[in-house]
């Protein structure tokens, strides 16, 4: 209860000082965090809002299917075209368990919403033996379209994220949410809540939802959204929301827990709307000082 009035009663200040026109004190001290890397970016301006640890070179998880669905974008392949389910040609163990059957149809326009709202790993792999001289092809497409979008510390090695080779910083995220939230499909498909995707040969439909639970929150105004998980990179989430009419472009790398990175979001969100830094989970806490540790000690923290 005290802490409900503690809180009530700051927002009550910072309220009458917006309406006085004095400016929030935002001291990037107090935002405590559960994530590794973060940055937030204001995408009208381009002005930092606040990082921590952005320029760390991480693995980046299902992140990597925004690059993904830029490459096929640029190609301008036809999204009606109607793409066979194919197995990938070696196994991997780690996710790979997919609802859709091989052999299947299903277009393009769907395998890239599904692979966006509800991180379809065989979808991504599909899109990329699809592309205009296959897989290989596909890699290389996304590592030059990296470059294009000044992505120097950014390397991939497949199109779904399942490798911990796929690489990136924060900063670099950042050039690739502004270049995907540029496109109305990304920011569609990649905000849609739930979708049920209709394959034929044979004829079937498969439900899937949004891995971001905010989307379905009344409280959140997001525009684009993509989360990400392996063990080699925890938790990780990019959204572009409004807060006090900015369109705000967070990263989030590795951090503990499904709800880690929405809860970094969100205090972000209160951070630049209220100046109160928020508190973080200690189990939270001693996983990020944990990661941090490793980090340093690789090299990549230098």
Same mark, same amino acid.
């Given at each position: 209860?005290? =802490? ?14 917006? /309406?006085?026109? &004095? ?16 940055? /937030? ?12 640890? %952005? ?26 075209? =109607? ?29 890239? =919403? ?13 899109? %990329? ?18 470059? &294009? ?7 991939? %090695? ?37 979708? %049920? ?15 971001? /639970? ?50 970094? /979001? ?22 990020? &000082? ?13």
């Amino acid at each position: 209860m005290m =802490r409900l009035l503690r809180l009530l009663l700051l927002l009550c200040v910072c309220g009458f000082a917006q /309406a006085s026109g &004095q400016p929030i004190e935002r001291d990037p001290a107090t935002l405590q965090l559960a994530s590794v890397s973060a940055l /937030a970016v204001d995408l009208g301006s381009g002005d930092i809002l606040f990082r921590r640890h %952005s320029d760390w070179q991480l693995p980046i998880a299902s992140i990597t299917k925004l690059m993904t669905a830029l490459v096929i974008l640029d190609a301008d392949q036809s999204l009606d075209e =109607r793409l066979t389910i194919v197995e990938r040609e070696h196994e991997i163990s780690k996710n790979a368990y997919s609802r859709m059957r091989i052999g299947s149809q299903l277009s393009r326009r769907s395998l890239l =919403r599904i692979m966006l709202m509800s991180s379809e790993n065989l979808a991504a792999y599909v899109l %990329s033996v699809h592309y205009p001289g296959g897989r290989d092809a596909f890699l290389l497409a996304m590592n030059e379209k990296a470059r &294009q979008l000044g992505m120097m510390d950014t390397r991939f %090695s497949d199109a779904s994220g399942l490798s911990p080779e796929n690489v990136s910083t924060a900063r670099d995220l950042a050039a690739l949410v502004r270049a995907a939230h540029a496109h109305q499909e990304i920011r569609e498909y990649s905000t849609t809540a739930s979708y %049920s995707a209709r394959f034929s040969a044979p004829s079937y439909t498969l439900p899937y939802g949004n891995t971001n /639970a905010l989307i379905s929150s009344g409280s959140w105004d997001i525009r684009l959204s993509k989360t990400g998980y392996l063990v080699e990179a925890g938790r990780c989430l990019v959204l572009v929301t409004a807060v006090d009419g900015m369109d705000v472009a967070m990263v989030l790398l590795d951090s503990f827990g499904t709800r880690s990175p929405l809860g970094d /979001a969100a205090r972000i969100r209160r951070w630049l709307a209220t100046g109160d830094g928020g508190t973080v989970a200690a189990p939270a806490l001693e996983y990020q &000082q944990r990661r941090i540790g490793v980090v340093q000690q690789a090299g990549a923290g230098n």
